[in-house]
């Protein structure tokens, strides 16, 4: 389920899916969250750093470092928002 955040200017904010045509509520701005990579041991890793976030991992797989990545996200969406200048995909209303 993909959250929307509506701060008190009214931009929302979120994490991108396809879940919604975000395009239907206006304009957006999109920016990236996150780096997966992975390591020379082929590990991954998911790098939160251009959000301020930690480096979580290593992960085994791919897919077990996506799945961090989004719970770290989804759980820091709401101060991630109220951040000055937010870091996250935020979507300006027409």
Same mark, same amino acid.
């Given at each position: 389920?993909?959250?929307?955040?509506?701060?008190?200017?009214?931009?929302?904010?979120?994490?991108?899916?396809?879940?919604?045509?975000?395009?239907?509520?206006?304009?957006?701005?999109?920016?990236? +969250?996150?780096?997966? %990579?992975? /390591?020379?041991?082929?590990?991954?890793? !998911?790098? =939160?750093?251009?959000?301020?976030? #930690?480096? $979580?991992?290593?992960?085994?797989?791919?897919?077990? +470092?996506?799945?961090? %990545?989004? /719970?770290?996200?989804?759980?820091?969406? !709401?101060? =991630?928002?109220?951040?000055?200048? #937010?870091? $996250?995909?935020?979507?300006?209303?027409?």
């Amino acid at each position: 389920m993909m959250t929307l955040i509506i701060d008190p200017s009214g931009k929302m904010h979120c994490l991108y899916t396809e879940e919604l045509d975000l395009r239907s509520l206006g304009s957006m701005h999109i920016a990236r +969250a996150s780096q997966l %990579e992975p /390591d020379d041991r082929g590990n991954w890793w !998911a790098d =939160l750093s251009p959000v301020a976030g #930690p480096i $979580l991992g290593p992960f085994g797989l791919r897919s077990e +470092a996506l799945a961090a %990545e989004r /719970d770290w996200l989804d759980s820091n969406l !709401a101060s =991630l928002a109220a951040a000055p200048r #937010p870091l $996250l995909h935020v979507i300006k209303p027409s």
